[in-house]
């Protein structure tokens, strides 16, 4: 009798250890990724100037202005805010009344403007890679001074990357294990141009939007992406520049359906996170407002967005 008991309290323990291991495990997985809510406003870029340091590039916003946009949205994920190797030093636009920020205290005060624990992604193109700049740029943006310190990294055209001869499965592997031993210890790739192999290092894969059905999430890519058994998250583009020149062509009603009806719905049904298109280049979602006769009444992109994102 005291064997049986012994045994059913041992059980008992088992089971206890079992759940409580599997629901820390759980929270470290959910802690290690980033957050559900991801926004894309894009401030420091080099576009067109890869070799050279990060500039301002939203035309007529200034730092403040984004900050605001970002403390009404509360995100989690500032995702590829940035792109290219940071100036700290630079001094970046200033509404008036308010104080010059240089390139950290925008950063930080960025991630303190969105919700608790909010952190940055940055964007890094692996055309950098055969113009001999990609790990001094990798270097930049990791030793950035901000806190929390950057740690997730979004590797950009990565299919097209892999269909080069010069960059063999075994160069690939290698690059990916020096991002790993440089400190990185999350890798995203846009999966948009191919897919490569990866020796399940990256984590977190990213595809679009299917042009010729409505612009409806690439269903035929993201059944491949959850093939990969290393990809624990994966996200949803729409505005990358072949997508979103034909977006924009769009009536802003149209465009409010697709975002909110189509993409939106599609989330919990596909078990993927939307990157919710804010300010970026030509796409600046509060500046777009839809019919005021129409089942909108008139709301901003913008509004519509925010209406929804939590939901």
Known sequence: MKIIIIFCIV?????FLSCRTGKAREKIIKERLPRPLQVRIRPLANKGQRRKMARWVLDGYTTHDILKLIEDLKPDVLERYIAGSQDPD?????SKGHSQMNVIEFLNASMKAGAPGCIITPRVSLHLYDMGIFWSTCSNLYNLPIDP?????????????????????????????RLKKQGWEHIAANYIGGHVRSD????????????????EPKLTKLAKLKQEKSITQILMYIDFPGQVNEFMEFPPDRRADILIKKIHAAQAKH??????PILQDRWQSTKVFT?????????SLYELMKSVMRK
């Not at 059980?11 to 089971?15: A, D, E, I, K």
């Not at 269909?163 to 075994?170: F, G, L, N, Q, T």
């Open 200 to 215: 399940d290092i990256i984590e977190i894969g990213e595809f679009g939007s299917d042009n010729s059905k409505n612009f």
């Open 90 to 94: 630079l001094l970046l636009p200033a």
């Open 149 to 177: 310190p950057m740690r997730t990294i979004s590797l950009d055209n990565w299919g097209d990357f892999g269909k080069r001869k010069a960059h063999s499965d075994a160069t690939i592997i290698k690059m990916l294990k």
């Open 11 to 15: 059980l008992l323990m088992n089971s």
């Open 291 to 299: 019919s005021k006769t129409g089942p909108y009444k008139g709301a």
């Open 271 to 276: 078990n993927f996170s939307f990157v919710w």
